[in-house]
T-cell receptor, first 116, second 110 residues
Framework: DTEVTQTPKHLVMGMTNKKSLKCEQH?????MYWYKQKAKKPPELMFV???????INESVPSRFSPECPNSSLLNLHLHALQPEDSALYLC???????????????FGNGTRLTVT | QKEVEQNSGPLSVPEGAIASLNCTYS??????FFWYRQYSGKSPELIMF????GDKEDGRFTAQLNKASQYVSLLIRDSQPSDSATYLC??????????FGKGTLLTVNP
């Protein structure tokens, strides 16, 4: 079982809906990540939070809005998505994201998102 | 040149054989190297990580790193059908981003 918990496991939403993906970790990690993975493709980085501050935004469209309420929680707010946004959304955490950090990412089980 | 390159496979080996998975990377400032295993429909699972040149062994798995050649490999000894999965090479680059290769699909035949 993973120590990074994502909810919901599956989500179906229409293009006019607003929904949120949630991620929680209790390992004391200070860096948290959102990745997007399409079928038969590798995970692609979307956002990185380090010490609750957004440190990397990979030019993600504004219909995806991340939020880090505290060091254990990470949300991804979704609004006006397109069918091509359907994918597996993966949350991950690591102890740190500082320069020279060698610490591996631990992934949650993901949320399978379908946009209709 | 792609940032992280892997042969997409599929790589097919008989049960009990050694599976050899390879990865090259372009960023010479890359600091850390990881191998993840991903079963179909599941999330990536960390298998090995390596930071220094040379070999690192953990059970049936051995990671090898050659920074001069910008090359990382994963050897799986005594391959089992349960090892059948996609293996993702990931590189922590100088821009503090973890970048994945496209993955190699491994099939271990009973």
């Amino acid at each position: 079982d993973t120590e990074v918990t994502q909810t919901p496991k599956h989500l179906v939403m229409g293009m006019t809906n607003k929904k949120s993906l949630k991620c929680e970790q209790h390992m004391g990690h200070r860096a948290m990540y959102w990745y997007k993975q399409k079928a038969k493709k590798p995970p692609e980085l979307m956002f990185v939070y380090s010490y609750e501050k957004l440190s990397i935004n990979e030019s993600v469209p504004s219909r995806f809005s991340p939020e880090c309420p505290n060091s254990s929680l990470l949300n991804l707010h979704l609004h006006a998505l397109q069918p091509e946004d359907s994918a597996l959304y993966l949350c991950a955490s690591s102890q740190d994201q500082a320069a020279g950090s060698h610490l591996p990412l631990h992934f949650g089980n993901g949320t399978r998102l379908t946009v209709t | 040149q792609k940032e992280v390159e892997q042969n997409s496979g599929p790589l097919s080996v008989p049960e009990g054989a050694i599976a050899s998975l390879n990865c090259t990377y372009s960023d010479r400032g890359s600091q850390s190297f990881f191998w993840y295993r991903q079963y179909s429909g599941k999330s990536p699972e960390l298998i090995m990580f390596i930071y220094s040149n040379g070999d690192k062994e953990d059970g049936r798995f051995t990671a090898q790193l050659n920074k001069a050649s910008q090359y990382v490999s994963l050897l799986i000894r005594d391959s089992q059908p349960s090892d059948s999965a996609t293996y993702l090479c990931a590189v922590f680059r100088s821009n503090y981003k973890l970048t994945f290769g496209k993955g190699t699909l491994l099939t271990v035949n009973p």
